[in-house]
């Protein structure tokens, strides 16, 4: 079964420094992994995604992650912090040909001004 | 594009009552829908498969009786909440996957208040 680990439930970073929230997948297949972002009281908004095509992916609002397959990992970062990035980060993971999602439990980042 | 749109986005009802949330995707089609829950600072939990013209597919421990799902056309799904309790009070997310995509879109979110 697959699985995601999202180590660190609360990160804070201070605006402009680098922002790196770890999410690492348990599949016994190449899976297809996205990032999604949650402000309060919304729904998710899909950041970037690995489909199996260039190991680094870049997404919206400056955000990238790498797949490393050696580390089972899918770590999310952004150069620059900035206090709109402000928000709670979920990690998911997809089997090809399975259409559901699973979710890590989600990392709230916090922006020190 | 790949718009989705939840209504109402905020409901509040009293016990015993049904609640009816709407799923629209707006410009595109979704084979697929997927209900989700999620809890105060909790992930998301899925709790049921809809697809178009034919039963939903409920995950384990989610009673189906009590979360009604209809998915009526590539473009609507619904969630009824019947009987409604306190304890169904909580933030229930939809989701669309476009046709021949790998993405799920996902709608704003409807806060269900159960008094």
């Known amino acids: 079964a697959q699985s995601v680990t999202q180590l660190g439930s609360h990160v804070s970073v201070s605006e402009g420094a680098l922002v790196l929230l770890r999410c690492n997948y348990s599949?016994?297949?190449?899976?297809?992994l996205f990032w999604y972002v949650q402000y309060p009281n919304q729904g998710l908004q899909l950041l970037l995604k690995?489909?199996?095509?260039?190991?680094l992916v870049k997404g919206i609002n400056g955000f990238e992650a790498e797949f490393k397959k050696s580390e089972t990992s899918f770590h999310l970062t952004k150069p620059s912090a900035h206090m709109s990035d402000a928000a709670e980060y979920f990690c998911?993971?997809?089997?090809?040909?399975?259409?559901?999602?699973?979710f890590g439990t989600g990392t709230r980042l916090t922006i020190i001004p | 594009g790949a718009v989705v749109s939840q209504h109402p986005s905020r409901v509040i009802c009293k016990s015993g009552t049904s609640v009816k949330i709407e799923c629209r995707s707006l410009?595109?089609?979704?084979?697929?829908m997927f209900w989700y829950r999620q809890f105060p600072k909790q992930s998301l939990m899925l709790m049921a498969t809809?697809?178009?013209?034919?039963?939903?597919?409920?995950e384990q421990g989610v009673e189906k009786d009590k979360f009604l799902i209809n998915h009526a056309s590539l473009t609507l799904s619904t969630l009824t909440v019947t009987s409604a309790h306190p304890e169904d009070s909580s933030f229930y997310i939809c989701?669309?996957?476009?046709?021949?995509?790998?993405?799920?879109?996902f709608g704003p979110g409807t806060r269900l208040t159960v008094l």
């Open positions: 410009d595109f089609q979704a084979t697929t």
């Open positions: 809809s697809n178009e013209g034919s039963k939903a597919t409920y």
């Open positions: 599949s016994s297949v190449p899976p297809y």
């Open positions: 989701s669309a996957l476009p046709r021949g995509t790998d993405t799920q879109y």
């Open positions: 690995y489909t199996s095509a260039a190991t």
């Open positions: 998911a993971v997809r089997n090809f040909g399975n259409e559901k999602l699973t």
